[in-house]
């Protein structure tokens, strides 16, 4: 199976932050490799598709780039509804492997 | 409106079943993809199987090869989620996710809800 570590596990910073998120995957998924939002009690929303596809609807603060194996996650400017947890989740091969998750909070 | 719904959650005993629904409204489960995915309490989303648009594929986690069967009604808008020989470990919220297809990296861009399922005695 393909693992993908994601790390931080844990980010603190304040709001007007500029935060990156990185996933590392054990084999090369070229760009199979998407990126979700899960807020507390809620159901996970898609932010970013094949590496650096802004989903519709998605404010343009978030950003993804990398191919191969590397791979981040940005957000330019936080603002408060953006503090969630954050999954990368390999699609190049069944099984789907999802992140541990990066939780980010208000420092 | 464009949802998919599942149902069927519960408690159940180890080693019964138990089967889930997705029910899927605004486009068709014969077009695209669906996933189960599942989470359990404070833990981290966990990829559990897939069922090709076309009926002709199903893919399983390791973790639930063997008691999980993913199958499609006749009308092709409800996916189920046979669950045998349940374990303490399946205990999560199961949600069916919407897969965008291979243009779009294969990501879910549509879940539903979620329904939990908890296995204890």
């Known amino acids: 199976d393909i693992q993908v570590t994601q790390s931080p596990s844990f980010l603190s910073a304040s709001v007007g932050d500029r935060v990156t998120i990185t996933c590392r995957a054990s084999?090369?998924?070229?760009?199979?490799l998407n990126w979700y939002q899960q807020r507390p009690g809620k159901v996970p929303n898609l932010l970013i598709y094949?590496?650096?596809g802004l989903q519709s609807g998605v404010s343009s603060r978030f950003s993804g780039s990398g191919s191969g194996t590397d791979f981040t996650l940005t957000i330019s400017s936080l603002q408060p509804e953006d503090f969630a947890t954050y999954y990368c989740?390999?699609?190049?091969?069944?099984?789907?492997?999802f992140g541990q998750g990066t939780r980010l909070e208000i420092k | 409106q464009v949802q998919l719904v599942e149902s069927g959650g519960g408690v159940v005993q180890p080693g019964r079943s138990l089967r889930l629904s997705c029910a899927a409204s605004g486009f068709s489960l014969t077009s695209r993809s669906v996933h189960w995915v599942r989470q359990a309490p404070g833990k981290v989303l966990e990829w559990v199987a897939l069922f090709f648009f076309d009926g002709t594929s199903q893919y399983y986690a390791d973790s639930v090869k063997g008691r999980f069967t993913v199958s499609r009604d006749t009308s092709g808008n409800t996916l189920f989620l046979q669950m045998n020989s349940l374990r303490a470990d399946d205990t999560a919220v199961y949600f069916c996710?919407?897969?965008?297809?291979?243009?779009?990296?294969?990501?879910?861009?549509?879940w539903g809800q979620g329904t939990p399922v908890t296995v204890s005695s």
């Open positions: 084999q090369n998924i070229m760009n199979y």
């Open positions: 996710a919407r897969d965008q297809g291979d243009a779009f990296g294969h990501s879910f861009d549509l």
């Open positions: 094949s590496a650096s």
């Open positions: 989740q390999q699609a190049y091969r069944t099984p789907y492997t």
